[in-house]
């Protein structure tokens, strides 16, 4: 990570020098068989192959995966090449494979991927899981192109172990304005609430979002990670396929995104990543939790449509971390 001069009012989350040197001697590092207790709320600084025979069978509740897609990118000091659809798919294979055996049979999968490397996806966790969705959400940042469409969306494959599984519908409800008020015969609001600040409803979830936002310089959870995912996503997903104290598993960590969203929502986690100062700022960014507690765009316990929460008188955030907080 290289040093970047910042406009005043950027909040990009970085490390000092100091921080990298005290966070590095935080993260964790296995050489041998590791019990589910010492593995709660833990980051490890190791590649994925290294160690997944040391992580004990069917103790995963909830897996969030974010590889490296089919580009050509560096992250910081690892850089991912590009290669042939089949070899990317026998890519992902490699390390799937070493993953199923950590999963409960309860357990959820979502796996995300871009309109190149779905196909891939979807090959290999057929040969695993049992695949119920496709999520496509709204990436709307992004270059245009002159002779393609703008590349503006990004898949992600939701697929669970076994019929059997968690996804709490209730809880994942999105707060709409509502653009036609139909009322019933005696004009009460149909579906739909009034408020002091507008008329909204409450929607069932949808396998297409377009109420997230990429982070960006001014957002306080942003990095300078090229792919971090918003915390709203997470949270979405987290909240729809784990309870309480369940235990997260993101195996291609990044700066935290999956960590910190699950520190904040009450579950157990743990980070696999192999870059050190990813690894660190994960870190740091769980431990900032515990002054910033809220997730964006979340709050009353529902999600809100794009820049309509901060239209709302000001919301007590929900922090379901405060009433786990012995897990921490």
């Known amino acids: 990570m290289n040093f970047k001069e910042r406009a005043p009012r950027n909040k990009t989350i970085t490390l000092t020098n100091e921080e990298k040197s005290r966070y590095k001697k935080q993260l964790l590092k296995l050489s041998e068989k590791a019990t589910v207790e010492s593995l709660e709320n833990q980051v490890i600084n190791q ?53 199923v055996p950590i999963l409960k049979p309860t357990a959820s999968i979502y796996i995300c991927g871009d309109w190149r490397s779905s196909g891939a996806i979807q090959e290999v966790a057929e040969k695993y899981f049992r695949i119920r969705n496709r999520i496509t959400w709204e990436r709307e940042k992004g270059r245009g192109a002159k002779t393609n469409w703008k590349n503006a969306s990004e898949d992600i494959w939701f697929c669970t172990v076994s019929d059997q599984y968690v996804f709490n519908v209730e809880d994942v409800k999105l707060k709409k304005k509502v653009v036609a008020p139909y009322t019933d015969d005696d004009g009460a609001p149909k579906d739909w609430q009034e408020t002091d ?132």
């Open 197 to 328: 600040n507008g008329r909204y409803r409450l929607t069932h979830p949808s396998n297409l979002w377009t109420d997230l936002t990429v982070p960006f310089w001014s957002m306080s959870e942003n990095t300078d990670h090229p792919t971090q995912k918003p915390e709203k996503l997470l949270a979405k997903i987290i909240l729809a396929s784990s309870r309480m104290g369940d235990f997260v598993l993101d195996p291609f960590l990044g700066s935290g995104t999956t960590c910190v969203v699950a520190k904040k929502l009450g579950r157990r986690f743990l980070g696999i990543e192999l870059d050190e100062d990813y690894a660190s700022l994960a870190l740091k960014r769980l431990e900032l939790t515990k002054t910033a507690p809220s997730i964006q765009g979340y709050a009353g316990g529902v999600f809100w449509e794009r820049n309509s929460l901060q239209e709302q008188p000001k919301q007590k955030q929900i922090t379901p971390s405060e009433t786990m907080a012995s897990l921490f």
């Open 47 to 99: 590649d994925l192959f290294e160690i997944s025979n040391f992580l004990p069978p069917r103790f995963i509740d909830l897996l969030f995966i974010d590889p490296p897609y089919n580009l050509s990118k560096t992250f910081n000091t690892v850089t991912f090449k590009e290669m042939s659809v089949s070899n990317y798919a026998s890519w992902i294979d490699s390390w799937l494979s070493k993953l």
